[in-house]
T-cell receptor, first 118, second 111 residues
Framework: GAVVSQHPSWVICKSGTSVKIECRSLDFQATTMFWYRQFPKQSLMLMATSNEGSKATYEQGVEKDKFLINHASLTLSTLTVTSAHPEDSSFYIC??????????????FGSGTQLSVL | GENVEQHPSTLSVQEGDSAVIKCTYSDSASNYFPWYKQELGKRPQLIIDIRSNVGEKKDQRIAVTLNKTAKHFSLHITETQPEDSAVYFCAASIGWGKLQFGAGTQVVVTP
C-alpha cells in the first residue's frame, strides 16, 4: 500500500512554543490530507482537511489560528501547533488519500506524533 | 454531519473464539466503511473495508457485513489469536476520504 511518512514521531516542548509536524506521501500524490488528534484511549477526531494549494478546512471547535496547516505541494502537508499549552498534549496523526489510485477512497495514515507540552 | 456509534467498547474473548464488533451510522449518503486496527502508540492499519454496493466481504479470518437499510455494519473475526488484541475502529465516509470514526473497541484475546 501507499506510504505516508510523519515527523517527528514524538516531541516535548515548553509551554508557549510552537511545534511543526510534517506529513509526506512518499509514493503517491495527495491533493487532500487530513489531520487527526487522538487523546489516550479515545477515538481519532478530525481536526482539519488540508487541501493542496488552498486554505485548510477546519472542523467545528478547532482553532485555525492555533493549528496552522500548510499544504504547499502534492506530497507535503504541515501542521504547526502555535503557542502550545499542556492541554494540547496529544497524539497527532495525519492521513492522505491517493487521489489518482484505483482505490482512491482508501486513507493511508502516518505514524503519528506524540506531543507533550510541559 | 455523520455520527458513528460503535459497540462494545471492550471485548474479551478466548483464543479460538469469534469476536463481533458492531457500528451504526447516521448519514444515508455514507458509501464507504473501513475498519482499522490500532496497536498502542501506532498508526491505524486498514484491515478491511466495504463499499455501500456490497453486503458482505471476507478476507481470511476477517469479514465485514453491511446493512444499508438499517445503517449498520459489523466486523467479524473468527478463530481469534492473541495477536488480534488491539483497538479496532470502524469509520464511515461520504466521499473524498473524509472519515468519521467510531469510539473504538478494545479487543483482548486471552490464550
Amino acid at each position: 500500500g501507499a506510504v505516508v511518512s510523519q515527523h517527528p514521531s514524538w516531541v516535548i516542548c515548553k509551554s508557549g512554543t510552537s511545534v511543526k509536524i510534517e506529513c509526506r506521501s512518499l509514493d503517491f500524490q495527495a491533493t487532500t490530507m487530513f489531520w487527526y488528534r487522538q487523546f489516550p484511549k479515545q477515538s481519532l477526531m478530525l481536526m482539519a482537511t488540508s487541501n493542496e494549494g488552498s486554505k485548510a478546512t477546519y472542523e467545528q471547535g478547532v482553532e485555525k489560528d492555533k493549528f496552522l496547516i500548510n499544504h504547499a505541494s502534492l506530497t507535503l502537508s504541515t501542521l504547526t501547533v502555535t503557542s502550545a499549552h499542556p492541554e494540547d498534549s496529544s497524539f497527532y496523526i495525519c492521513s492522505a488519500r491517493d487521489h489518482l489510485g484505483q482505490q482512491n477512497e482508501k486513507l493511508f495514515f502516518g505514524s503519528g506524533t506524540q506531543l507533550s507540552v510541559l | 454531519g455523520e455520527n458513528v456509534e460503535q459497540h462494545p467498547s471492550t471485548l474479551s474473548v478466548q483464543e479460538g473464539d469469534s469476536a463481533v464488533i458492531k457500528c451504526t451510522y447516521s448519514d444515508s449518503a455514507s458509501n464507504y466503511f473501513p475498519w482499522y486496527k490500532q496497536e498502542l502508540g501506532k498508526r491505524p492499519q486498514l484491515i478491511i473495508d466495504i463499499r455501500s454496493n456490497v453486503g458482505e466481504k471476507k478476507d481470511q479470518r476477517i469479514a465485514v457485513t453491511l446493512n444499508k437499510t438499517a445503517k449498520h455494519f459489523s466486523l467479524h473475526i473468527t478463530e481469534t489469536q492473541p495477536e488480534d488484541s488491539a483497538v479496532y475502529f470502524c469509520a464511515a465516509s461520504i466521499g473524498w476520504g473524509k472519515l468519521q470514526f467510531g469510539a473504538g473497541t478494545q479487543v483482548v484475546v486471552t490464550p
